[in-house]
């Protein structure tokens, strides 16, 4: 088998087609993650103008040059789409040129890899800022095989993704069912302030005996906190233990309403700025049923709408109290939160076989070029 080598800078074209009439829309702006994808954008695009926005159409790529505090990896995506996406102008936008000698599949899949990101990161220079360039981009060195050899790859490696897209599809129809409840639930059910069924929980780790601490995220979760904390010296911090809930009362964070719910068997601590919570009767209010309604969208809008403030808009233990919610039966409760934890669980298989089908990358790209 014979190989070819190649500067990318060959293969591939710049592309810096703007949105200048406007055709394309909020709905069209994306952002790319270091998973290698499209996202819905996480900036605010209040009063944004997006005429300088560039195109992104079906088959092009698009990265980040700037690789510094990123993951250690390269923000790059692949429009496999039918559709055209507008990214900032920030970005770089790129599209295969010599689809007889590459296919952009493949393309991908070398771009896919640990070994990619690490060439990026190495690549890299600035000072305030390390940024791989365009011109650094179009001087990286490709082996490639025939065509026909990277169609036989490719086709394993679409076979993969096709079968997670149709596992992933799956797991967000019972997104649908709970959230289809929870709304059949809000039409039909009279709502009641949830204050009568909530009592604040103000237990600080005074022993210093809790050494797991966490700070409560936007994704409605705990996570492991990057701020440089004392872990011997965790006395003021708030303990939430199993089946509580802790939120943060400031919501201009993306604004949404920063919360989490300790679904774990061992208790964690928080900043004592937060505020903790639990169930007054684990029999009448499921807690982590409360978590999936505060998790919906128009929650979030509610506590931006109720927060006030000058220097820091809150929403307090006592606007937590004042929310409203319909409140079923337990045991329809307990049904909701079975499947959302099926969800949860099967979302976390998914995101599994994700990252596996990403590990494959190298294997595919070495295996098209040793056979």
């Known amino acids: 088998m014979g190989l070819s080598k190649y500067k990318l800078g060959e293969l591939i074209s710049l592309c810096d087609e703007r949105n200048s009439d406007n055709k394309y829309t909020l709905a069209e702006v994306k ?4 998973k290698k994808e499209f996202i819905e954008t996480k900036a605010d695009m209040a009063g944004v103008s997006l005429s300088p926005y560039i195109l992104v159409h079906p088959d092009y790529f698009a990265y980040v040059t700037v690789t510094s505090r990123n993951g250690e990896k390269i923000t790059l995506a692949h429009n496999t789409s039918n559709n055209t996406y507008i990214v900032s102008s920030s970005y770089i936008v790129f599209k295969v040129d010599s689809p007889e000698i590459i296919l952009s599949d493949y393309l991908f899949m070398f771009f896919n890899r640990p070994e990619f990101d690490r060439y990026s990161r190495f690549n890299s220079w600035g000072s305030a800022r390390e940024t791989f360039s365009w011109e650094d981009f179009c001087d990286i060195d490709i082996t490639l095989p025939s065509i026909e050899q990277q169609r036989k790859y490719v086709d394993v490696y679409l076979a993969l993704q096709n079968n997670l897209a149709a596992y992933q599809s799956k797991v967000e129809e019972l997104k649908l069912v709970c959230d289809g409840y929870i709304e059949d639930l809000r039409r039909r059910m009279p709502s009641r302030r949830i204050g009568e069924y909530i009592v604040e929980s103000n237990t600080k780790n ?4 809790i050494k797991e601490v966490r700070s409560v995220s936007v994704t409605k979760e705990f996570k492991l906190t990057n701020a440089k904390v004392n872990k011997n010296e965790l006395r003021n911090y708030l303990v939430v233990r199993p089946k509580e809930i802790a939120f943060v009362q400031t919501t201009g964070n993306e604004k949404v309403l920063a919360f989490a719910y300790n679904d774990q068997e061992y208790p964690v601590v928080v900043s004592s700025v937060d505020k903790v919570f639990k169930s ?19 929650f979030d809008r509610y506590a931006r709408f109720n927060s006030w403030g000058s220097a820091r808009e809150v929403f307090t233990m006592d ?22 934890k099926c969800y949860i669980e099967r979302q976390r298989i998914a995101e599994a076989l994700k990252e596996q089908l990403k590990n494959i990358c190298p294997a595919l790209i070495r295996g098209s070029l040793m056979e």
């Open 31 to 34: 952002g790319i993650s270091i």
């Open 319 to 340: 606007d937590m109290n004042d929310v409203e919610i319909p409140i079923p039966d337990i045991s329809v409760q307990r049904e909701i939160v079975n499947i959302q």
């Open 206 to 209: 005074s022993d210093n005996k």
């Open 280 to 298: 007054k009767d684990e029999n009448t209010l499921d807690l982590q049923f409360l978590s999936l309604y505060l998790s919906r969208k128009e």
